[in-house]
């Protein structure tokens, strides 16, 4: 079965420092990938997605996130984090093979950043 | 405004019971699924359904019992065989083929 793992359970940071938030996946066909975040209190929101095209993908709030096939991995980065960044963060995988619509997800980034 | 409506946002039953969370959508999506998301355990898909009156298990479905007699609706009933069932639960709908899962609110159940 796929697996998404994101090795970073919590993180913490001081504003305007960069982040980099890891995750990997084991699925060995094509992948749609994404990445979630959950502001507290709110429900989840897309950050970005990757479908096909240009490995490196930007997102909304300055997020962006590379996906480096040989490595099985999507990792999510801002140059600048923010105070409002603090929030938990699933990176989130699809196999683009119509064999399902299943979305498996990792467990998890919890990111505080400190004002 | 379109999106996905879970309802209740809190939930209490007593053990032993069984209990249905409501999640409807007005998105036009085909594909209805719901999570539980656990500290620590992320997401787990519990059961999918990509048309109505078909549904898949998930990774965790155990406990569990879905219906899509609706396209709209997804109704989740989480019964006294789901031996951990205090949890939060999400349900999220697509477009087939897949583009990007809309979330709903979630319902927090509590079993005491």
């Known amino acids: 079965a796929q697996s998404v793992s994101q090795h970073n359970h919590h993180v913490i940071l001081s504003e305007a420092a960069s982040l980099e938030l890891g995750c990997n996946y084991s699925?060995?066909?094509?992948?749609?990938l994404f990445w979630y975040v959950q502001y507290p209190g709110q429900h989840l929101q897309l950050l970005l997605k990757?479908?096909?095209?240009?490995?490196l993908v930007k997102g909304i709030k300055g997020f962006e996130a590379e996906f480096i096939k040989s490595k099985f991995s999507f990792n999510l980065r801002k140059p600048s984090v923010q105070w409002s960044d603090t929030a938990e963060y699933f990176c989130?995988?699809?196999?683009?093979?119509?064999?399902?619509?299943?979305?498996?997800f990792g467990g998890g980034t919890r990111l505080m950043v400190k004002p | 405004d379109g999106g996905i409506t879970q309802s209740p946002k809190y939930l209490f039953r007593k053990e032993g019971q069984n209990v249905t969370l409501s999640c409807e959508q007005n998105?036009?999506?085909?594909?209805m699924y719901w999570y539980r998301q656990d500290p620590g355990q992320g997401l787990r898909l519990i059961y999918y359904?990509?048309?109505?009156?078909?549904?898949q298990k998930g990774d965790i479905a155990e406990g569990y019992s879905v219906s899509r007699e609706k396209k709209e609706s997804f109704p989740l009933t989480v019964t006294s065989a789901q031996k951990n069932p205090t949890a939060f639960y999400l349900c999220?709908?697509?477009?087939?083929?897949?583009?990007?899962?809309?979330f709903g609110q979630g319902t927090r159940l509590t079993v005491v």
């Open positions: 999220a709908s697509t477009f087939v083929p897949y583009t990007e899962a809309f």
């Open positions: 699925y060995g066909g094509t992948v749609n």
């Open positions: 990757y479908f096909s095209g240009d490995p």
């Open positions: 989130a995988v699809n196999p683009n093979n119509n064999a399902g619509n299943m979305l498996t």
């Open positions: 998105l036009n999506h085909d594909a």
């Open positions: 359904s990509q048309i109505v009156n078909d549904f």
